[in-house]
C-alpha cells in the first residue's frame, strides 16, 4: 500500500487553506496541519516534519522567504515548496536562494500542484511554466563576467548596500528582500565591519562612488 504524501500548508487566508486541503486530499495527500504564518510554520514543521512545507511567500510577521530561510538552516532534510500569487523576479529568486525547492503560482491547477509535490519531495527542482521561463531567462542572459564592487561583500550583502545606497531605510529594504528587520540590521552590521566604515552614511558614500545605488 503506498503511504501517501505528508504536507504541511501554510498560508495566511483560511478559505484558501481550506480549499487546498479538499484539493490535497482528493488527490490522496495527507495534510497533516495549517500554519497561518512563517513562525507559525516553522514550528509545525519541525515537530511534525512533513514530507513537504507548501509555503506562501506574503504572509504578516515573519515571510514565507524568511520561514523557509529558518527551515533551510535548522532542518536542511525538510522540502519547501511554494505557492504563491506572487510572480515578480525578486520574490522568486529570493525563495530559491532561501532554500525552496520549486516554485508555483497559486493559478495551478490540481495536478500541476500534485505533480510539484511529488517532485520536490523526490528532491526535485520544480517550477510552474512561468517561473520556469523567468529561471531560463535568468540564466541565459548575457554570459559576460562583469567585476563586482567591494568583493569582500557577499551578494546578498552588496546587494543590502545598493538598497542602502539608494535611499531605502531597514523596513523598505527588508519588504523589497523579503527579509527580517533584524537580519537588514545583521546584513548592515556586516557591511559596515567589512568597508572598514563607523556609519551608514560613511557606507553610502563608498556605494555611490562605486556606483551602487
Known amino acids: 500500500m503506498t ?16 480549499g487546498l486541503r479538499v484539493l ?31 509555503m506562501d511567500v ?13 527551515l533551510a538552516r535548522e532542518a536542511p532534510d525538510l522540502k519547501v515548496l511554494v505557492l504563491t500569487m506572487v510572480d515578480d523576479d525578486q520574490a522568486v529568486f529570493a525563495a530559491i536562494q532561501a532554500g525552496a525547492l520549486g516554485y508555483v503560482l ?22 510552474g511554466p512561468e517561473v520556469a521561463r523567468r529561471v531560463r531567462a535568468f540564466f541565459t ?17 552588496r546587494e543590502v548596500l545598493g538598497l542602502v545606497a539608494s535611499g531605502a531605510n531597514n523596513g523598505e529594504i527588508a519588504r523589497r528582500l523579503y527579509l527580517s528587520d533584524k537580519t537588514v540590521r545583521n546584513y548592515l552590521t556586516s557591511v559596515l ?3 572598514g566604515v563607523e556609519n551608514r552614511s560613511a557606507a553610502i558614500v563608498l556605494a555611490r562612488e562605486a556606483g551602487l545605488g
Open 141 to 157: 542572459a548575457g554570459s559576460g563576467v562583469v567585476a563586482k564592487p567591494f568583493p569582500a561583500l557577499s551578494d546578498r550583502e
Open 106 to 127: 497559486k493559478g495551478a491547477g490540481q495536478d500541476e500542484i500534485r505533480r510539484a509535490l511529488e517532485g520536490v519531495a523526490a528532491g526535485e527542482a520544480i517550477y
Open 58 to 70: 506574503q504572509m504578516p510577521g515573519t515571510n514565507g522567504v524568511e520561514a523557509t530561510r529558518r
Open 24 to 54: 490535497l486530499e482528493d488527490t490522496g495527500v495527507d495534510v497533516v496541519g495549517e500554519a497561518a504564518d512563517g513562525d507559525a510554520g516553522v514550528e509545525m514543521a519541525l515537530r511534525l516534519r512533513p514530507d513537504v512545507v507548501l
Open 3 to 18: 503511504v501517501p504524501l505528508r504536507v504541511l500548508v501554510v498560508d495566511d487566508h483560511p478559505v484558501f487553506r481550506q
Open 193 to 195: 565591519a567589512k568597508l
